[in-house]
């Protein structure tokens, strides 16, 4: 049977999985390991946890897949470059990029010496990566397809219909107009710099008035074919002045926005400036124009293809605000979003299409649950507390090992409910950005104050963003307006009325919540948790946010250990291993 390893590397959120005898069994980003934020280099240590994971040798894998092809759109590059007449420089820093990308296959000498690499190379466009990983991962047998996110080969946008082991493109939005980079353009304008900072735009969005929109809508046309084009001269990141690298491994970007932008709309925010209303107001009037553009191509995708299915990908597959108005705004009535539906998820979207072309059966590749990284056992928690011994002592801590799940569940769910903030560490590392129950920090979503305790024990985050609520599956319907699965935190939903003094913590601002159901499937431990949780208190959810502090979430029990010691959490519980501080003050 066949072994393929999947990779993104030299985009955001290098990454890498594994399809061993034909099954996909492991996938990790690079950042979880190497513990560099979004990560954009050559994912050596997925790599090699990858290879582990399935017990293979680099020698044993048949096919290497990147969700890049560099050579795609080739000719368009080349005539677009000759046209504008780019300076000497951007042509530079654009053939660097190319040239890494390409020589990606040398990267396996470089990181593998004296390894005789048979395997066969396969370079798979990215926008047909992205859409891979949907649909392939989903349990569709067709729906219509679609791809968004910043730019990859020479495109921001795919989509088509899919059918059995095929997917089709029938359109893309190519180079230099992109939904991703209109977003990233405002987010930078309202001073949030760093890679991957639009989801602060999408939460401060709801404390804002649309008042913008019609201003904003100049900078981003859409028609009536679903293509969208942006106002170039609002923009940088087509000219010569724009600079992309990850020369350190992370991804940096300079501003996208120019100076018309900046005398269009006043002068941008910088990242030390308080946040005011007009700024709020911008996110929501940015936020508004990306959905218009956004439900108008997936209104388009329906009339052409006629499908209730919708597998969706890429970078903007992550505004989950958008994603939660799907059903309300087309006529789409199933969705499936990847767990990492950004440019890691494409590591995936690529070992799949090899996978299809090489006759593996595609049921052998659905991802119906996020748990696909690396997982440790009760030894390993043990070495590791005994490790950190010296550290609990000083700390004042009690160790205790609960065998029994159900007691192991109840006195946590105890703890919860008199307020105290846990780390939650099991099973195997989530695929993707979100912490879904096995690398999470839970609390009390009753308790108004809990996001102000999570923030001075923990998180130091913008008020603005708000913390997302976990809930039983079977539990949707009497909590949200939509009663649909969301196991990976994909979409936005309005907690009912009636509810929403309830859970506090886990209301936004507007009433919405960004909500991941839990199925006894897809996490039997935590929906054990959840369900202890609801017997004591009568709410089936709790708060959940990620295990980490200003870092990539913990992967290893020793980062666990060392985010709990350096904040001031009140339990940690690796495995069955529950370790709590004393009472603080
Ligand atoms: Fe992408």
Redesign the pocket.
């Known amino acids: 049977m066949i072994n393929i390893l999947g990779i993104n590397a030299y985009?955001a959120d290098a990454s890498a999985c594994i399809i061993k005898d034909g099954k996909l069994i492991f996938a990790v980003e690079e950042e979880r390991l190497n513990r560099v934020k979004h990560w954009a280099g050559f994912p050596v240590e997925s790599i090699n946890a990858c290879l582990d994971s399935a017990g293979l040798q680099l020698q044993d894998v048949d096919f290497i897949a990147f969700?890049s092809n560099p050579y795609t759109n080739l000719a368009k590059k080349i005539y677009y470059v000759l046209k504008r007449q780019r300076s000497l420089q951007f042509i530079k820093s654009r053939v660097k990029n190319t040239r890494t990308r390409l020589n990606a296959e040398s990267d396996f000498d470089k990181h593998f010496p004296g390894i005789d690499v048979k395997s066969k190379f396969k370079k798979i466009e990215?926008?047909q990566?992205?859409l891979a990983s949907a649909y392939y991962a989903s349990d569709f047998d067709q729906a219509c397809v679609l791809?968004i996110?910043?730019?990859?080969d020479f495109s921001s946008a795919a989509w088509g219909y899919a059918q059995a082991n095929e997917i089709n493109i029938g359109h893309y939005v190519n180079y230099p107009h992109s939904l991703?980079i209109f977003y990233q353009a405002i987010t930078q304008y309202l001073g949030f710099k760093h890679y991957g900072d639009e989801y602060k735009v999408m939460g401060m969005a709801a404390y804002g008035n649309p008042v913008y929109v019609e201003q904003l809508q100049h900078l981003c046309i859409y028609n009536r074919s679903g293509h969208y084009e942006l106002d170039l001269d609002y923009f940088l990141h087509h000219t010569n002045e724009s600079t992309y690298g990850f020369d350190s491994g992370q991804p940096v970007c300079s501003d996208f926005f120019s100076f018309k932008l900046v005398e269009y709309l006043g002068p941008a925010r910088n990242p030390t400036d308080p946040i005011e209303q007009h700024h709020k107001d911008l996110a929501c009037s940015a936020q508004v124009v990306y959905e218009r553009a956004f439900f108008n191509l997936c209104n388009r995708l329906y009339d052409q293809y006629q499908s209730d299915n919708l597998a969706l990908?890429?970078?903007c597959a992550m505004n989950s605000l958008a994603n939660g108005g799907i059903s309300k705004q087309t006529p789409f009535k199933q969705v499936y979003i990847q767990a990492a539906a950004?440019?890691a998820g494409?590591a995936v979207g690529a070992a799949f299409s090899v996978a299809i072309d090489q006759g593996v059966d595609r049921n052998s590749l659905t991802m119906p649950h996020a748990y696909w990284g690396p997982a440790f056992s009760d030894q390993d928690y043990q070495r590791c507390i005994e490790t950190y011994s010296k550290d609990f002592k000083q700390a004042d801590c009690d160790i205790r090992h609960i065998e029994n799940t159900d007691e192991l569940c109840l006195e946590v769910a105890s703890a919860i409910n008199s307020g105290l903030v846990i780390g939650w560490f099991q099973g195997a590392v989530e695929w993707g950005p979100r912490a879904l129950g096995n690398r999470s920090i839970l609390a009390d979503p009753r308790r108004e104050d809990m996001q102000d305790i999570l923030n001075l024990k923990i998180k130091r985050r913008e008020s603005f963003r708000p913390f997302a609520p976990s809930i039983l599956i079977d539990q949707v319907a009497d909590w949200f307006e939509q009663d649909t699965e969301v196991p990976f935190m994909g979409q936005v939903f309005m907690i009912k009325e009636n509810k929403r003094k309830l859970i506090p913590a886990v209301t936004h601002v507007d009433g919405s919540g960004r909500l991941q159901t839990v199925s006894q499937q897809s996490n039997d431990l935590y929906y054990k948790l959840i369900t202890k949780f609801f017997e004591l208190t009568s709410v089936p959810i709790l708060l959940n946010t990620s295990f980490n502090e200003n870092e990539p979430i913990v992967c290893r029990p020793q980062e666990a250990i060392e985010c709990f010691l350096r904040t001031k959490m009140d339990y940690l519980v690796l495995g069955n291993n529950i370790i709590s501080r004393a009472e603080q003050e």
Not at 149 to 152: L, V
């Open positions: 985009h969700n990215h926008h990566a992205h791809s996110d910043g730019f990859g991703g990908a890429g970078g950004g440019d494409g």
